[in-house]
């Protein structure tokens, strides 16, 4: 193996340090960050992520609050709590957990957060602003590939970049992020032709297409840095399943200069960036500069 491993862990707990430092200076001025997570239903996955989510923000020393509506819940219950949520002065980020169930309109609940509350980026007038490169709150994950390039090159100018997947949560804003740092970016996805060799014009490529180990060793630059955010589940040995990446870890290992490990790489950024983002929101709720990352 001969690519650096981006120890994604290890990156996430220094950020993190970072957010809980800043979070006692606002706490000396009597503002003590706060997030709301709001959880509908009881999806396994989303039940485990919201309690690391949850541990994560105590651990920063910012207050957490833990909303849970049954799955029967109504669309105009959830918009309810969400207009409470806003009103709060002690919540500064508000977080609905997605997915919702079928009956509830997720498009409409994500307009409904107060944009200034809005951690997860996902809001339109957020949107809109990373598109303008204006200042705001920016999806979590995209950002935390950003940091990951960016310790293996602290500068992303005019690197060739090309990110698989257009998806509205990673894809599309982490384009926008790229586009920021003046990369020279390319979003690739399932209809491009030639996948192969439009990768391998890539000095960092960012797979986040959602198939198993799809990118191989042939499709890599030598030397690219690789951030793969795919998170799939395998079978494995014994009957049992294991978590790979979208790319085929060990031969790609071999032909990059940095990759990042599935689990263990991108993960941990997005419940780090999310802190820094709730952090943010604080920060500028009461007037101080925003942390911008």
Excluded at 216 to 223: A, E, M, Q, T, V
């Amino acid at each position: 193996m001969t690519a650096r491993i981006i120890d994604g862990k290890a990156i996430a707990a220094d950020l993190r340090g970072k957010v809980a430092a800043e979070a006692r200076k606002l706490t000396a001025h009597g503002i003590v960050p706060g997030l709301a997570v709001v959880l509908v239903g009881n999806d396994p996955a989303s039940e485990v992520y919201v309690r690391n989510k949850t541990k994560a923000v105590a651990d920063a020393g910012m207050r957490s609050f833990d909303h849970r509506l049954a799955a029967s819940a109504t669309e105009v219950e959830l918009l309810a709590l969400v207009q409470k949520l806003n009103r709060d002065s002690a919540v500064h980020g508000v977080l609905v957990q997605m997915p919702l169930p079928s009956h509830i309109d997720a498009a409409k609940v994500i307009a409904a957060v107060d944009p200034a509350k809005d951690v997860d980026g996902f809001h339109p007038l957020n949107v809109g602003k990373l598109s303008m490169g204006a200042p705001g709150l920016v999806p979590c994950t995209p950002l935390g590939c950003v940091i990951l390039a960016k310790t293996v090159q602290p500068s992303l100018a005019g690197l060739e970049a090309v990110v698989i997947g257009r998806s509205n949560i990673v894809g599309k804003p982490l384009a926008q992020l790229l586009l920021r740092e003046n990369a020279t970016v390319t979003v690739a996805h399932s209809k491009t032709r030639d996948l192969p060799a439009v990768c391998r014009r890539a000095d960092l490529l960012v797979a986040a297409i959602g198939r198993a180990e799809m990118i191989r060793s042939d499709w890599i630059k030598h030397g690219a840095t690789v951030i793969d955010v795919g998170i799939n589940r395998v079978a494995g040995e014994g009957g049992k399943t294991r978590l790979v990446g979208d790319v085929a870890f060990a031969e790609v290992a071999e032909v990059a200069g940095a990759i990042t490990p599935v689990p263990g790489g991108v993960g941990p950024m997005t419940i780090a960036c999310l802190l820094a983002n709730t952090l943010q929101a604080a920060s500028m709720a009461a007037g101080f500069p925003a942390l911008l990352l």
